[in-house]
């Protein structure tokens, strides 16, 4: 069984900063890329940001200059500093990871609950 567990989310005002925060456990043998997703009541979920094990990342237009991605591979963990935050940055952030299990040959796709961050004045 592997777990995502984010944290973080909050009330904050606009320009103001949140980090969030994910914690993988479980039988994990590797986690490839790992990514923040958000959701917006009545939109699609939509990609945040990305990195890979080997630190690639990857922005989504809205946030680039603003939110910074980044993992510790030695913790299993993803983090997302936001800054500059915006009303429309209101959303339920998601964890994502790509991973195998120790034991399994194929690769999984798991998902945290999710934290809700709150832009508002």
């Known amino acids: 069984q592997v777990q995502l567990v984010e944290s973080g989310g909050g009330l904050v005002q606009p320009g103001g900063s949140l980090r969030l925060s994910c914690a993988a456990s479980g039988s994990i043998y590797t986690i490839y890329t790992m990514g923040w997703y958000r959701q917006a009541p009545g939109k699609q979920r939509e990609l945040v940001a990305s990195?890979?094990?080997?630190?690639?990342?990857n922005y989504a237009d809205s946030v680039k200059g603003r939110f910074t991605v980044s993992r510790d591979n030695a913790k299993n963990s993803l983090y997302l500093q936001m800054n500059s935050l915006k009303p429309e940055d209101w959303a339920v952030y998601y964890c994502?990871?790509?991973?195998?299990?120790?034991?399994?040959?194929?690769?999984?796709?798991?998902w945290g609950k999710g934290t809700l961050v709150t832009v508002s004045s």
């Open positions: 994502n990871a790509d991973l195998m299990r120790y034991g399994d040959f194929e690769i999984m796709i798991c």
């Open positions: 990195v890979t094990s080997g630190g690639a990342t």
